[in-house]
Each structure stands twice: as structure tokens, then as C-alpha cells.
């Protein structure tokens, strides 16, 4: 497997703008989540912390070595209530995607049966 690329940050999930902030944001399921943008590479540290809550393995994050904890959830708590949107989408997102396996899987079963 080709090694992770990452950007002229050197964090996945972070890009620098051209004003030099630094913005943040995820693919989890096809969908697109902005985490927003900030004035230190604290972006990295957002990426990790959303990756970590869509069950992404530690190989997977910027900063590996830290444990995802209290910080996190204080992070998360901000996040959630400055990004209401996003966090309404995520949650519409992941419904649908439930209310799909549901569906195919009572279809798999009348096709058993």
C-alpha cells in the first residue's frame, strides 16, 4: 500500500491558506465535514480528534502518541457547538446509511426465505 500522502502542512486532513491559516476538515462515508479554520496547526489536533469519533485506527492520525481523552471531549463539546450544521449533516448522514444496511439486509433475507 502507497504510503499516506499528506499536505504542505505535513498533517493529513490540514491545508495552509494563502492568508496562512490553516483549515481543517474530514471524509468520513463520501461526505465532507468542515472543522474550520484556525490560526495554528491546532488543525491537526481537530483532524485527530474527528477521525478518532468516526473510528478511524490510530496509523490513521496526526499525532498518534496522544491519548484521546478529556481534551477531546472538550474539543468535540466546541466544535459541536460552533458547527451545529455539520453536526446536524453528520448525524443525517450516518441515519441513512443505517436505515440502508436495514433495507438490504431485510432483502437479503426474503431472498433466503
Excluded: C
Excluded at 486532513?13 to 476538515?25: I, K, L, T, Y
Excluded at 473510528?55 to 484521546?68: M, Q, W
Aim: zero cysteines; hydrophobic letters at 35%; a positive charge.
Amino acid at each position: 500500500m502507497a504510503p499516506r500522502r499528506r499536505s504542505n502542512t505535513g498533517f493529513i486532513g490540514v491545508r495552509q491558506r494563502a492568508a496562512g491559516h490553516f483549515a481543517s476538515e474530514i471524509t468520513a462515508g463520501g461526505v465532507r465535514v468542515w472543522l474550520g479554520t484556525f490560526y495554528t496547526k491546532e488543525a491537526a489536533r481537530a483532524y485527530d480528534v474527528a477521525a478518532w469519533r468516526f473510528g478511524r485506527s490510530r496509523h490513521e492520525l496526526n499525532f498518534r502518541e496522544i491519548d484521546t481523552t478529556e481534551a477531546d471531549e472538550k474539543f468535540m463539546a466546541r466544535w459541536r457547538r460552533d458547527h451545529p450544521g455539520d453536526v446536524a449533516a453528520t448525524r443525517a448522514f450516518w441515519k441513512e446509511k443505517q436505515a440502508y444496511r436495514r433495507e438490504r439486509r431485510a432483502g437479503k433475507r426474503q431472498r433466503i426465505l
